[in-house]
């Protein structure tokens, strides 16, 4: 009798210190889970935040200019601006037009920049060129069908490496015109400040 009572309490103490070990167990392993849950949160957010377009814009003589980054990877990445004519039936100019215009006829679309970023590469835009006859104006001029356009240039970030830090500007040109009222009057070099490292590239 005595030794089944003895072989029962070691049962039970055995049952006791069980109960207790995976208990311990679960909590350290859902505290661990926790840190690496939140550990991913963290890695996560700071990667969206990075890789989230930065975007801003301005409306000024007949057009509404969106400029946003795109793909900005380490040190390079590009400017994408939309050309938005705030009438219907109001045309861009090509980027290939003089920098006076045709017979001082109109102005080209231009994107540039200065400072902490330098152009990677020939800027592309997403519309054909048009060549039309303009009142007063005996030769072709180069323009864009009405409505918005979307210039992309190449960038990347300044100093050894890509890592400069500091401040760059994107310098917005370009003049909207009809066919049959005329034109706006052109904006040269309107600039846009940057924030620039070689991590990121974002607007104040």
Request: one cysteine or more; glycine letters at 10%; hydrophobic letters at 40%.
């Amino acid at each position: 009798m005595a030794r089944t009572t003895t072989s029962t309490r070691t049962r039970t103490s055995a049952r006791t210190r069980a109960a207790f070990a995976p208990r311990g167990g679960r909590l350290a392993g859902a505290a661990l889970a926790l840190f690496v849950t939140a550990g991913l949160t963290s890695c996560s957010a700071a990667k969206a935040e990075q890789s989230a377009p930065a975007v801003t814009r301005f409306t000024q003589n007949g057009v509404t200019v969106t400029l946003a980054v795109a793909g900005w990877k380490d040190d390079k990445g590009s400017l994408k601006a939309t050309f938005t004519p705030t009438e219907v039936g109001y045309h861009l100019y090509s980027t290939d037009l003089p920098a006076d215009g045709v017979e001082g006829v109109g102005r080209p679309t231009s994107v540039t920049v200065a400072g902490g970023l330098s152009a990677d590469g020939p800027a592309s835009v997403d519309a054909e060129v048009l060549r039309i006859n303009l009142p007063g104006v005996e030769s072709k001029v180069p323009v864009y069908p009405d409505g918005p356009v979307t210039l992309t240039l190449p960038v990347r970030a300044e100093g050894e490496g890509g890592a400069s830090a500091g401040t760059a500007k994107a310098l917005i040109s370009y003049a909207s015109c009809n066919a049959e009222e005329g034109c706006n009057i052109p904006v040269l070099d309107r600039p846009v400040i940057l924030n620039v490292t070689g991590k990121t590239l974002t607007f104040p």
